[in-house]
C-alpha cells in the first residue's frame, strides 16, 4: 500500500468516526491507487462502487488537508466524479 493510501484511509476512518456510509464510493488517486469508502468504513480497494471520484495526488491531498473545497475541485475539473452524484455530495460534507 502506497504511502498516501495509507493516510487516505487512516484519515477517512478517522472522519467517518466509524460511522459508514450508505452507499459505496472509490477515490481513484491517479498513479498511487484506490480507497474505497462503504457501511465498513474507508478500506484500499479497486472493487467498483456506487460513485467513483478521480483526482491526482495532490488535490486529493488537498481535500484531506482542508485545503481545496471538494465543489471548487470538481468545478475545475480537478475531481471528476462518474456515478452516483447525490452520493458524492454526501461524501462532501465528510471531507469538508
Same mark, same amino acid.
Given at each position: 500500500?502506497?504511502?498516501?493510501?495509507?493516510?487516505?484511509?487512516?484519515?477517512?476512518?478517522?472522519?467517518?468516526?466509524?460511522?459508514?456510509?450508505?452507499?459505496?464510493?472509490? &477515490?481513484?488517486?491517479?498513479?498511487?491507487?484506490?480507497?474505497?469508502?462503504?457501511?465498513?468504513?474507508?478500506?484500499?480497494?479497486?472493487?467498483?462502487?456506487?460513485?467513483?471520484?478521480?483526482?491526482?495526488?495532490?488535490? &486529493?491531498?488537498?481535500?484531506?488537508?482542508?485545503?481545496?473545497?471538494?465543489?471548487?475541485? &470538481?468545478?475545475?475539473?480537478?475531481?471528476?466524479?462518474?456515478?452516483?452524484?447525490?452520493?458524492?455530495?454526501?461524501?462532501?460534507?465528510?471531507?469538508?
Amino acid at each position: 500500500m502506497s504511502d498516501i493510501i495509507a493516510s487516505a484511509v487512516k484519515a477517512l476512518n478517522t472522519r467517518l468516526d466509524g460511522e459508514g456510509l450508505d452507499g459505496s464510493v472509490r &477515490f481513484v488517486i491517479e498513479d498511487a491507487g484506490s480507497v474505497r469508502i462503504d457501511e465498513n468504513g474507508a478500506t484500499e480497494s479497486e472493487a467498483e462502487a456506487d460513485c467513483t471520484m478521480t483526482a491526482s495526488a495532490d488535490t &486529493f491531498q488537498g481535500i484531506l488537508d482542508g485545503e481545496v473545497s471538494p465543489t471548487a475541485a &470538481f468545478m475545475s475539473g480537478k475531481l471528476k466524479v462518474d456515478g452516483d452524484m447525490g452520493l458524492a455530495m454526501k461524501l462532501g460534507n465528510v471531507l469538508a
